[in-house]
């Protein structure tokens, strides 16, 4: 049984309430409090065998425990609280999954775009311009709301943008293709000016630097994403992806 499912077993318990002296509901509907104890302890078990590293299985089994088998309301909105949260969780970390993928494959498709049928023309990358448009028709298919050239705040620079704002996982996205006298150390300054620039922005959680490196311009990729992503930042997480 998936998390949807229980949240949608879960509702009937909430809508057959029993009602307290004073009209308010206060219990679980007797006939439904066996069925209610039933659907919290699968809840409980989903959590625990799904979301190991997690404390929503101890709130759970808290909640369960302070309740003493009165199924009181109370105790089930919380509990069904708990469960919505959880789809929220999974879809964040299912479209930062996505993301990943898109961004650690981006080698492999942009070179497939060049293999065609009857020796016809490919889509040559020349620059980070083309990167990006490559990138903005991949996002497109998996994110509802993609925005490119985001604008940063005024006083952050003036005619400063964002490549891209993915707002379903509230993170940036910066565009980064190395040639010639662009390498390690150009790439390094351009990343540490632009962390820089999103120092007050409260709009996303994570900052993903994209480097394209197909000629292998960049002779330490692995110092150069440790060196970036160790960058001090109070509002969002750094991610640097290099892929030739």
Known sequence: MSIEELIQEGHQYGNDVKLDFFGRPTWV???RQEDFLNWARKLLRYVEINNINSKDAEEIREKLIEDHGQCLIETY?????????????????GN??????????FGIFSKQLNTRHDCRQGFVVRDEYDVQDLLHAQFSVFFEDVRAEDPVPINMGGGSRVDFIITDIKTAIEVKM????????????????DIGR?????????????????DYHIRNPKGLIRDIEKQPSPNFIISVIVVN
């Open 198 to 214: 999103y120092g007050i922005r409260n709009d996303i959680e994570r900052l993903v630097f994209f480097i394209y490196d197909p």
């Open 77 to 93: 909105r919380s509990i069904i609280s708990i469960a919505e949260s959880l789809t929220i969780k999974d879809n964040r970390i």
């Open 29 to 31: 509907n007797e006939s």
């Open 96 to 105: 930062e999954k996505i993301l990943d993928f898109i961004l650690t494959r």
């Open 178 to 193: 190395t040639r010639k006298g662009l390498g390690d150390k150009n790439i390094g300054e351009q990343l540490l000016v």
